[in-house]
């Protein structure tokens, strides 16, 4: 990079001078010194106009990879930060999860504090990377959380059974990650995109699945569409 600012430089200088000799064959000898001056304020002017390009391509380089650098930091603070959520919920066991007001506020501080780390996230493949390892951490959650749907009882939350009691698990908390454990709305499903006609048609069921066959008859004319796929596909094939 740094030798191609110099040559570009150069090409600057050189440009400039040209013109400049230019001028000078064009003034005659009897306009000299006036042409000999034009001469270095258009080197000059054109040179100065090169070396500010320069700088500021230089300049906007170094700002993108600033900030790309910090955005890359942002995201390994959001990744840690979502995963240490779920750790801090289960540390106790998952079956259930302890009744522990400060785990579950822990936890949910964590989930904040990644949603707003996030925000300072700029690199579309960074938020990439976080939207994948989110989904992962969220299903965590959702089957930790739906699993023990049966040990969550008034007690589990209220173990003294005072609604003000100060051991009681906090409200905000438990918001915070019945919230995040729910599929967000404003997330686009990967899977709808997917033909599965087209997939079982080309053989993604193994042959011994005979229960998965079964069950993918019952649904009216469901099957039909595979096998007259999969008679299309094999028609075409040389």
């Not at 989930?111 to 938020?127: N, S």
């Amino acid at each position: 990079m740094r030798i191609t600012n110099i040559l570009l430089v150069v090409l600057g200088l050189g440009l400039g001078l040209g013109l400049a000799v230019f001028i000078v064959l064009q003034a005659g000898e009897v306009t000299l010194l006036p042409a000999l001056q034009t001469v270095g304020s258009v080197a000059t002017a054109f040179s100065a106009t090169i070396a500010f390009g320069l700088y500021m391509t230089t300049l906007k380089r170094h700002q993108k990879d600033d900030s790309r650098k910090s955005s890359e930091t942002y995201m390994r603070e959001v990744l840690s930060v979502l995963e240490k959520a779920y750790e801090t919920l289960v540390q106790q066991g998952d079956s259930p999860p302890a009744n522990d007001r400060l785990l579950w506020l822990s936890a949910a501080r964590m989930i904040v504090r990644f949603q707003k780390l996030r925000e300072k996230v700029t690199e579309a493949d960074h938020l990439a990377v976080i939207d994948e390892n989110e989904e992962n951490v969220r299903l965590k959650f959702y089957t930790l959380l739906s699993r023990n749907a049966g040990n969550f009882t008034r007690q589990y939350f209220s173990p003294e059974s005072n609604q003000c009691s100060g051991v009681n698990i906090n409200r905000k908390s438990m918001a915070v990650i019945f919230a995040f454990s729910r599929w967000k709305d404003d997330m686009p499903d990967p899977l709808s995109t997917i033909d599965d006609i087209e997939l079982y048609a080309r053989g993604a069921l193994p042959i011994d699945q005979n229960g998965a066959e079964e069950y993918l008859e019952g649904f009216t004319g469901y099957w039909q569409k595979v096998q007259e796929k999969k008679e299309e596909i094999n028609t075409k094939r040389p």
